[in-house]
């Protein structure tokens, strides 16, 4: 999955984005509201982790840019204890949940995965599929109960594909929730993680539908 980090102080921004990769999503992160603008409408984003007191464009102009062109990522918003009117103006404006500063990191990471579950159209917090169960609270996934060891790229690739099942995600797509801006994408990367995600879960849970993408077949299909 890939975040946007928009937080104007370097010390919580650098913070949240370490931790954030060591969760092992693909993190980018900008620290004014015109470069979350710029951000958002030529990138592609699993949600935002929005501040809303930012220079030269404030975060609920951003918000409410990104809803007037109907996009629907999932933004959670990050503001002070004290700041009740902003968290109030921040939902109106089609924030999807707030965390309130400094951090309780577990909280902030539970909401990230709550609005990603939410996102999938899904409310259970364990997906299962075809006998392949994920946790993403835990990262732990089995097949037919028995544990199976992914790398985190693995799992950035079969996460979105499983939460989605019937879906096609091109390749490209699935290399956006693999990188951020400052990574060295390999061009065959999708596909070596495909392969090694088939010999651990079974030939047939992930399919290719060739010149489109990849996909995970709805149950009974």
Known sequence: MRLLVVEDDPMIGEAVTELLRAEHYAVDWVRDGEMAETALRTQTYDLVL????????????????????????????????????????????????????????????????????????????????????????????????????????????????????????????????????KDDISSNAVEVYVHGLRKKLGADLIQNIRGVGYLVPKAGA
């Open 50 to 181: 929005l501040d809303l007191g930012l220079p030269r464009r404030d975060g609920l102009s951003v918000l409410r840019s990104l809803r007037s062109r109907k996009e629907r990522i999932p933004v959670l918003i990050a503001t002070a204890r004290d700041s009740l009117q902003q968290r109030v103006e921040g939902l109106d404006a089609g924030a999807d949940d707030y965390v309130l500063k400094p951090y309780e990191l577990p909280e902030l990471l539970a909401r990230i995965r709550a609005l990603l579950r939410r996102a999938a159209g899904r409310a259970e917090p364990v997906y299962e599929h075809r006998g392949v169960t994920i946790n993403p609270a835990t990262r732990e996934v089995t097949v037919g109960g028995a544990p199976v060891a992914l790398s985190a790229r693995e799992w950035a690739v079969l996460e979105p594909l499983i939460a989605h099942p019937g879906l096609v995600l091109s390749r490209t797509q699935l290399e956006e929730k693999l990188y951020g801006w």
